[in-house]
Structure formats: structure tokens, C-alpha cells
């Protein structure tokens, strides 16, 4: 009587069973392994350690930036942001450095801020003045009146900046200048002036309200 493959598996030697999987489904095992591992990878980062979601952002743009202090000032931005209730959030700080000689950097650096402004990922924003006009002018930032008490642009009057962008039939206040503070100069050197001011599309108004106040030492 002819034997069964099944048969003639039960009659190998532990190892020959071992050698005879691995040569005919070496492949699916592979791959299921490779499946386990995709599937180990994902729930790692959004079920068991999620990545940080923002609590607000803090964003630089100019051609003269210290990108290696920005991690001390995240955590010093945590302290006073962030709260046991808001869970698993940090202040994001980002930088855009512009005037790269590679015009290929230079467009990469232009895309990046474009995208992150459609994806509503920008909250406070600090630049040269030259750029902040420019975004201004062209309706990306948010009219400072809509977020800072009247008692608080009283106290900042002489470092308000207003103009009117392509929507505004009047002016109105966009940005303030701080060309001469600390905590600021410390990231953008250089003596060109600088102003910072909210992103138009901001979605935490109210956190960016406390970075401003923060870097102006307003209680």
C-alpha cells in the first residue's frame, strides 16, 4: 500500500521535519514574520507608546537660526504649557531656515511651511520682518485683535505692527515686533528686525495666546 505524504512526514527525523517546512513554506514564513512585525511596529506606535500630539507650536523662520537650542526651549515651553489633563502632548518647535545657496533646499524649506500651514499645523510664528509683511500681506496671519486683550496691545502699543492685507479694507495689527528680546535672540541672531505674530488657521488660539505672553514676560 502506497504511503501518504502524511505518512511519510510522521516517519522523519525531527530535524528532516524541520529542513522539509523550511524548504517548502520558507516563503509563507518569511512573509508572516515580516506581516507580525508590520503589525508589532504599528500598534508599538499608536496603540502602546502613541508619538506626542501638539499642544502648540512654535515655529522660527529666517536665514539665521539656532536650530540646536530649540530642544531647551521645547521643554521649557512644556513646563508652562502643558498640563497632567491634556495627556499625551508637548509644545512643538519648529524652524525654517531660509536662503539656503541650494535652490533645491531652498524650495524644500518654502514647500514644508506651505504644507504645514494647509495642514493647520502652525500656531505662533517668529520671523524677519521682510517675510512676516510679505505672509501678512497675503492673508496668513491673524489679526492680533482677535486674540490679545485690549489692555495687553495698550501695554504693547509702541511694538505693534498694522498693515493691511489683500482682504483688509482698514489696518490692522499683525505682528509684533521683537527685535530686542532675549529668550528670542537666543534662536534667531543677527540684527535684522523680527516679529511674531499667530498663523491665520491657528487651531489652539488659546495656548498660543500664553506663548506670546510668555516670551513678553506679560502676566
Avoid at 3 to 12: D, G, I, R, S, W
Avoid at 76 to 103: A, Q, R, W, Y
Avoid at 143 to 156: F, G, K, N, T, W
Amino acid at each position: 500500500m502506497k504511503k501518504t505524504n502524511k505518512q511519510k512526514f510522521q516517519e522523519l527525523s525531527r530535524k528532516e521535519k524541520v529542513d522539509y517546512i523550511w524548504e517548502y513554506y520558507k516563503l509563507h514564513i518569511i512573509g508572516g514574520i515580516i506581516v507580525i512585525g508590520i503589525i508589532a511596529s504599528f500598534l508599538n506606535i499608536w496603540v502602546f507608546n502613541p508619538p506626542p500630539k501638539p499642544a502648540v507650536s512654535v515655529n522660527f523662520m529666517s536665514t539665521n537660526i539656532m536650530t540646536n537650542v530649540t530642544e531647551e526651549l521645547e521643554k521649557e515651553l512644556d513646563d508652562l504649557i502643558v498640563t497632567e489633563e491634556m495627556g499625551n502632548k508637548k509644545v512643538f518647535v519648529n524652524t525654517f531656515v531660509l536662503g539656503s545657496p541650494d535652490p533645491q533646499m531652498e524650495m524644500a524649506t518654502q514647500t514644508k511651511f506651505a504644507a504645514s500651514v494647509q495642514a493647520q499645523e502652525l500656531d505662533v510664528m517668529i520671523m524677519d520682518k521682510d517675510k512676516f509683511e510679505e505672509l501678512a500681506k497675503q492673508g496668513n496671519m491673524l489679526p492680533l485683535e482677535e486674540i490679545l486683550a485690549q489692555q495687553d496691545l495698550d501695554m504693547l502699543s509702541e511694538k505693534l505692527i498694522s498693515l493691511k492685507s489683500e482682504e483688509d479694507n482698514k489696518e490692522k495689527i499683525y505682528g509684533i515686533d521683537v527685535s530686542d528680546n532675549d529668550k528670542i535672540n537666543e534662536i534667531m541672531v543677527g540684527d535684522s528686525p523680527k516679529v511674531m505674530s499667530i498663523i491665520v488657521n491657528s487651531q489652539k488660539l488659546g495656548k498660543s495666546k500664553e506663548v506670546i505672553k510668555w516670551f513678553l514676560d506679560i502676566q
